[in-house]
């Protein structure tokens, strides 16, 4: 990549940084219109106005909004197009401290960091000393992204009579938060499809990349992303007086078992091509007791965060089942053991305690209560959905807890069960085989991108960008079992959580990732490394670009 090109997005990328854009703050509006001036000032969007745009993010209460930068070739009128995508959005800054002033201001503060070298880890005081490295917060996930699919399209466009094909870019808000800015944008794609007749190639991101292990020296580039589901546990047991424990089943300990069995469970790796995703780990556990008394908990909770490589929902579901009804009866026999033991200290006849494993999943629970209560059942849903979207503080896990709850209330049976749903949001996985012309082709790009880019970095190609992002939109399972397995276990999908599954499936794209590489993202000593950042990565992205156009 010509020393132009680089200058020019190291100076995008600073200038990206400086606009603070802390998700679910009005600093997204201002990284949003930063970069819709920037394309403003492109001639070809001054003779073509039409082709940028901004994209609302529906009922969003901020009114945030995407940029949508479309750039039509002149050569051949070819339909063929690659849709980019970019994220202008980053987590907060509390965690720079009393340099909060700096954390937008790459120069400023990489100066800064010089003044207490002596306090930061070893690595990163290395990487300073190195001189190239530059700090900020946003500077690697992922403005200097933004900053390489800017400043490509700008190269391009000054000679748009030459090329053949489209680009489309949609730098997008509220990836760190619930994906608002991207799920607004996939309707409009498949709608420009429909209208326009867009050959859709691929979908290409560029957010950040960095070592996967201790030493790790390659650099790579991922084709294909991996997926989450958030497979969740509603835990009802038994309340009692503490000073009666064995006449109660605390909800609490059938939740430790739980965790006990899944979280960090290898057995629930996904293995595909040899890639392994990491095992399923806890983001939240706790009962559900309001106050404190000398009473146990009746109810408790907990979720996971379930990264899939190959595992459709329905797969999910069942194997969370499975594991909640082996931890529940592992619960029932260490009561059981214990009881016998505490009788056996305290002279007491020893009976067998009541206790029977009952695991449901949430549809089963539905369909329990349906044959109870009749239509009765979806008009209370119906009532307690409509109350709940009332209040914005009730986020979507919480709205799907709350639904749980309710419908369990409903229910006859009082006995101890375990739940299993799925908590939002879905971010679905995308394997990239080749096993289809258009999989080949991006497999096909990016293989010889990776092999004609002379440098010394040892550069990598891997299935499964393995980051959860906004690239898992491209796509979605079109299996109408797999589909149902979702929504019917997910709480308060279509009204709080809802995804637009039908255009993901109409896209069907094949995905990938060719970022610039630093180090800490999320962490107040986040950084990029220059070269590779400006120069490598961008002559990655423009080969693979160029490459997918001229396949034949």
Known sequence: MNKNIARRIEEITVELTNQLSVVETLGELDSVQKV??????????KENPQDLRFVDVENDKLGRKSVMAILRGKKENSKKTIIMIGHTDTVGISDYGSLRQYANKPYEL????????????????????????????????????????????????KDIENFEGNLVFAAVCDEEGNSGGMLSIIPELTKMQEEEGFEYLALLDTDYMTSEFEGDENKYVYIGTVGKLMPSFYIVGKETHVGESFKGLDPNQISSSITNRINLNVDFCDIAEGEVSLPP?????????????????????????????????????????????????????????????????????????????????????????????????????????????????????????????????????????????????Y????????????EKALLDAVKDAVETTETDYKLVYKKFFPYISDLSYGAAPKDPKIIAALKDNMPGFGTKYDLPLEDMQKLGLPVLDIGPFGKDAHKFTERIEKKYSFEVAPELVYKTIMNLLNHE
């Not at 001036?37 to 969007?45: R, T, V």
Request: hydrophobic content about 35%; proline content about 4%; some cysteine.
């Open 36 to 45: 819709y001036d920037i394309f403003s000032e492109m001639q070809y969007y």
């Open 281 to 425: 780990i806890t983001l939240k556990q706790r009962d559900l007791k309001p106050e404190y008394s000398v009473q146990i908990a009746k109810t408790s909770t907990l979720f996971f965060n379930y990264a899939t490589h190959c595992s459709t929902p329905d797969q999910v579901l069942m194997r969370m089942k499975d594991a909640a009804t082996e931890a529940f009866q592992l619960t029932i026999d260490n009561l059981n053991q214990q009881y016998k033991e505490f009788c056996k200290l305290a002279g007491r006849e020893y009976k067998k305690l009541p206790w029977k494993t009952k695991v449901l999943t949430y549809e089963e629970l539905y369909k329990e209560v349906k044959l109870e209560i009749g239509n009765e059942l979806d008009e209370k849903i119906a009532k307690i959905t409509k109350e709940m979207l009332k209040d914005e503080s009730i986020d979507q896990r919480d709205f799907s807890l709350k639904l749980v709850e309710e419908v369990h209330n409903l229910w006859s049976n009082r006995e101890p069960v375990v739940i299993v749903y799925f908590t939002p949001p």
């Open 110 to 157: 990489t100066e800064k960091f010089k003044e207490i070298s002596d306090t930061l880890p070893e690595e990163v005081r290395k990487d300073l000393e190195s001189g190239e490295y530059l700090f900020g917060r946003g500077i690697f996930d992922m403005k200097t992204g933004d900053a390489i699919i800017i400043a490509l399209m700008e190269e391009i466009a």
């Open 427 to 438: 971010y679905p996985h995308i394997h990239v085989e080749g096993n289809i012309p258009k």
